[in-house]
């Protein structure tokens, strides 16, 4: 049977040790000097050398070369099976046995978090004076449950994730040596999955060295069970456009292919949060509300069904606010002199209380003079900020709530915003909801535009007039506004 590739290339020193020298050349120093301590604490996650370092430092103590065999005064504990005050004791009563051949006993106790209360507590009197010949190397992926009484009598080292170009890197050196064709594609996927484990990410990469001569990148996806990339930019564009029925058929043909929810999920999260990262969000807020409900996929009794109604649930169309090709410029238009149309020739209806006899017909100004165009003025800026907090109402109800108080004025460029109490104008005025409303606006009006909260009175509007009270006093005559 072969031996497995993340033993075969496992460390046999500390110079070997890839990714972690913050703690290896601290460690070869104090051996260097001889200033060795009675108990070690190795922390960090998995697969990144915690035992690895723990039994090179066991062997370097004590002078031995490192290899597999293993040493009778290099003892190895498993916390997980050996976690009660039972075991404990027995190592306690131990320690006092002289080592064999070595210079130092050492005990290496993996995933110490796990130990009970109880087995604490025999644990501690053993670290509080053990024995000269005596030294301790424990190792955990969860520190924070440890009890501080054993942390402070330990010289701890924390272990980092392998950054991913290191475990690139190392994963070519053991393909070479291997003999095996890889894509570079697929070794930054095996690596982004190890999440910095060395060990997990050279386990994946023996599993790829059966699949294919050549190891592509869609060797890996299928390995994992990762839908192709294609899918998912499809599923993201499905969400920022709206567009419901693509969301349930591309997640219909995920189903049918074998892609289970929570991968679907997970891989749909890591693209909304690069898209964040990268600041190529449209809509930050949405963003993270959709990665907060994505996390609840893995773990519910229904996983298809939630993933589903959060995918339609943030579908959101900007199409759906009211088209802005209404508001135009009032420059643009030079309206004629206000005149009534004429009636067409009926029945003479009859004259009631309210109606009386009006001319039909408003006779044109002797001023030769045509009136200058308007500009942009109080009613188209009312008509544009109208449709801004439209679109601001579907995704930001606090901001609408502040934006509707705002008496809107517009010159074509500027539009100013006056407000009658200063929280307003101050919470409007902060950089990141002045700039969210720019780019409603400027979405909207198809110009750049700046926007200035200002304090002042609501100025007053002329009412529009009532159109029944005037067709009363003028009869049916069509009228047009100004």
């Known amino acids: 049977m072969g031996q497995a590739l993340y033993r075969k290339y496992r460390s046999k020193s500390l110079g070997e040790v890839v990714g972690q020298e913050h703690v290896t050349t601290t460690l070869a120093n104090a051996l260097k000097s001889g ?37 009778l005064d290099i003892i190895e504990i498993d916390a997980a099976s050996n976690r009660r005050i039972d075991e404990i004791r027995d190592l306690r009563d131990r320690v006092n046995t002289a080592p064999a051949r070595a210079k130092y006993k050492v005990y290496i106790i993996d995933e110490v978090h796990m130990l009970t209360k109880e087995a604490f507590n025999a644990l501690l009197k053993t670290l509080e004076e053990p024995p000269a010949h005596v030294i301790f190397i424990l190792a955990t992926t969860e520190a924070h449950k440890l009890p501080e009484t054993i942390i402070s009598r330990t010289q701890r080292y924390s272990l980092r994730p392998v950054p991913e170009e290191k475990v690139i890197e190392h994963l070519k050196t053991i393909a070479s040596g291997e003999k095996l064709k890889i894509d570079d594609d697929a070794l930054a996927l095996i690596a982004k999955h190890g999440e910095g484990s060395f060990r997990d990410s050279i386990s994946l990469l023996d599993q790829a060295s059966s699949v294919s001569e050549q190891v592509t990148r869609a060797d890996i996806e299928r390995i994992l069970g990762l839908a192709p990339d294609t899918y998912i930019a499809q599923l993201t564009a499905a969400i920022r456009e709206g567009n419901k029925g693509s969301i349930v058929s591309t997640l219909s043909e995920l189903y049918a292919q074998g892609f289970e929810p929570p991968v679907i999920a997970q891989q749909l999260s890591a693209r909304v949060r690069s898209e964040l990262l990268a600041e190529q969000s449209a809509d930050p807020g949405a963003d993270l509300h959709l990665l907060a409900e994505l996390l609840d996929v893995p773990a519910s009794r229904s996983p298809r069904q939630l993933l589903e109604i959060t995918l339609l649930k943030s579908a959101q169309p900007i199409a759906s606010v009211p088209s802005v090709t209404t508001v135009q410029p009032k420059a643009a238009l030079v309206p004629e002199p206000m005149v009534a149309k004429p009636r067409k020739p009926k029945a003479e209806p009859q004259v009631t209380p309210k109606q009386v006899e009006q001319p039909t017909k408003v006779e044109k100004s002797d001023d030769p003079t045509p009136e200058p165009a308007p500009t942009l003025g109080d009613v188209d800026a009312t008509e544009l900020w109208n449709q801004a907090l439209e679109q601001i109402k579907t995704k930001y109800n606090t901001l609408y709530g502040i934006a509707r108080m705002a008496t809107p004025t517009f010159d074509g460029k500027r539009l100013t915003l006056a407000f009658k109490f200063a929280f307003h104008q101050k919470r409007l005025s902060e950089a990141k909801n002045r700039q969210l409303l720019t780019e409603v606006v400027e979405r909207l009006y198809g110009k750049p535009v700046e926007i200035v909260c200002t304090m002042g009175d609501t100025p007053t509007t002329a009412a529009k007039p009532d159109m029944a009270a005037i067709s009363n006093i003028f009869g049916s005559a069509e009228l047009l506004e100004s």
């Open 35 to 71: 200033r060795i301590s009675h108990a070690y604490l190795l922390s960090g996650p998995r697969g990144v050398g915690k035992t690895s370092i723990a039994r090179i430092l066991a062997h370097e103590i004590n002078g031995l070369p490192y290899d597999d065999e293993a040493h």
